[in-house]
Nanobody, 124 residues
């Protein structure tokens, strides 16, 4: 059974950094695209960043380009999201999700399996 567990969230001041981790188990990790999505209070869930299975291709939402970096370690079944220069608008619950569709896309409706989420709060 596919299982995803996020960690690394917390409270940070504006301008600070956090690194989120998504540990996967129960499936052939290298065969899945992995994405990070977030949902702020009162807002719809949105894509943050996605990464391809093995060629390093990535997608970033415009709002996080230049500040966030996604990476994966297939040997450790883990995807990371390094978040720098955090802004209050980055506050929300961050979820990692997996999909085995044929071509990498970063739309949440195409990701079938989800973690439980980790809270990120950016506030002074």
């Amino acid at each position: 059974q596919l299982h995803l567990v996020e960690s690394g969230g917390g409270l940070v001041q504006p301008g600070g950094s956090l690194r989120l981790s998504c540990l996967a188990s129960g499936f052939r990790f290298v065969s899945y695209y992995i994405g990070w999505f977030r949902q702020a209070p009162g807002k719809e869930r949105e894509a943050v960043s996605c990464i391809s299975k093995s060629d390093g291709s990535t997608y970033y939402a415009d709002s996080v380009k230049g500040r966030f970096t996604i990476s994966r370690d297939n040997a450790l079944n883990t995807v990371y999201l390094q978040m720098n220069n955090l802004e209050p608008e980055d506050t929300g619950v961050y979820y990692c999700a997996a999909t085995d569709i044929a071509t990498m896309r970063c739309f949440d409706w195409e990701y079938e399996d989800w973690g439980q989420g980790t809270q990120v709060t950016v506030s002074s």
